[in-house]
């Protein structure tokens, strides 16, 4: 069983940016994909970014790419998404979650969620 849990959203005006970490207990993370997925009010999850468990691939959503880069540091089992240039548009929760799958961008893969944190980008 794997535990996880986001941290660093917050409120941010528009063009600011924003950190957040996924640590995980129960499991390290070493073997598995990882990937951070949103929602925002009325639609549905989608994926942001994921990574392999290697951290030699990544993927990242066209609305986010070139201002997001996520990554991870298997020594410490957390997963981070940097997030620069925010727009109004990126308000949503955002939730890490774990893929016994060493690398995919499927939902229906992963395996484990966290609670989510809220990211509010004001205009």
């Known amino acids: 069983q794997v535990q996880l849990v986001e941290s660093g959203g ?7 940016s924003l950190r957040l970490s996924c640590t995980a207990s129960g499991r390290t993370l070493g ?3 990882m990937g951070w997925f949103r929602q925002a009010p009325g639609k549905e999850r989608e994926s942001v970014a994921a990574i392999s468990w ?7 959503a066209d609305s ?3 201002r997001f880069t996520i990554s ?4 410490k089992s957390t997963v981070f998404l ?9 308000t949503a929760v955002y939730y890490c979650a774990a893929s016994y799958s ?3 961008i499927r939902y229906q893969e992963y395996n484990y969620w966290g609670q989510g944190t809220q990211v509010t980008v004001s205009s």
Do not use: C
């Open 82 to 90: 940097q997030m620069n240039s925010l727009k109004p548009e990126d």
């Open 10 to 16: 917050g409120l941010v005006q528009a063009g600011g």
């Open 31 to 33: 073997s598995f994909g």
């Open 54 to 60: 290697s951290g030699g691939s990544t993927y990242y």
């Open 102 to 104: 060493s690398y995919t």
């Open 72 to 75: 991870r540091d298997n020594a």
């Open 64 to 66: 986010v790419k070139g």
